[in-house]
């Protein structure tokens, strides 16, 4: 990448606020250096990892979930529990997570829970289904489509690969469909490589032939690992896009632990 190019990346991130403004400026520039999708996948919320937690009642009885993680990252959620909870029965219920459980991550949390839950009912019982109501995270809305934030849609659109009327609203379902870009986005966090290149993307459409991937990890304050990545025809400028996803995730990472 060009000096120029680097200088208006740091620029763009530099204008950025908050962990929102900062993702929407890396899909952004993501989107801008290829031509293509620019996409950021969070990590997903089952890797989170538990320092504190801290449990709210409601007037109404709805319950307010409080989880603080390494970094000072926090995560809230207003849930409506399976059953009535009293305030001394969240309170005890924190406890026990704080206690038994920080320094997990919330998915192995809800593995020990499950297994005590088979083998250790009868001494725990009422604390472990609280606690497995409260903390786990399909519970707490782990949904692949609150992880994806894509920019660039209309460049793609625009692209001859996609003249085709068929073709083009194959590609938008696809896109629309986004837990099947977050599986093919997250292969890049456990690749080897730096930075990995697929070409040709059957997983996410039958059009997917025409594309390419071009995707790396970031980390975020927590240390938890996340994915960004372009989107693009297979006939995109392969190394200008490949620098620029080295580049971004590296600021991203940056920026994000700086904000953390």
Not at 20 to 28: D, F, P
Not at 31 to 58: C, F, K, Q
Not at 82 to 104: H, I, K, V
Request: hydrophobic share 40%; glycine share 8%.
């Amino acid at each position: 990448m060009s000096i120029a190019d680097k200088e208006w990346i740091r620029r763009e991130f530099s204008a950025a606020n908050n962990r929102v403004e900062i993702t929407e400026r890396a899909g952004h520039v993501l989107a801008e250096v290829s031509n293509g999708l620019g996409i950021v996948v969070s990590p997903p919320l089952g890797r989170t990892v538990l320092e504190h937690a801290r449990i709210w009642l409601l007037p109404d009885g709805r319950v307010v979930v409080v989880l603080l993680s390494p970094g000072g990252i926090t995560r809230d959620k207003v849930l409506r529990p399976p059953r009535m909870f009293t305030q001394q029965e969240l309170d005890a219920t924190a406890e026990f997570l704080n206690r038994q459980y920080s320094g997990w991550t919330l998915e192995a949390i809800r593995s020990d829970l499950l297994v005590k839950l088979a083998t250790e009912s009868e001494r725990y019982e009422g604390l472990l289904r609280g606690a497995l109501a409260l903390c786990d995270p399909t519970v707490l809305g782990d949904e692949s489509y609150s992880q994806l934030h894509v920019e660039g849609t209309a460049q793609i659109v625009g692209t001859p690969e996609f003249a085709d009327q068929g073709q083009l609203r194959e590609l938008l379902a696809a896109i629309e469909e986004k837990h099947r870009l977050v599986t093919v986005l997250n292969a890049c966090i456990d690749s080897p490589e730096p930075v990995l290149v697929q070409i040709g993307l059957k997983e996410i459409s039958q059009v997917g032939d025409n594309l390419a991937l071009i995707s790396a990890p970031y980390t975020r304050g927590d240390g938890l690992q996340g994915s960004l990545g372009v989107i693009g025809p297979t006939r995109m400028h392969y190394e200008r896009a490949i620098n620029a996803v080295a580049y971004v995730a590296q600021i991203f990472s940056e920026t994000l632990s700086k904000i953390s």
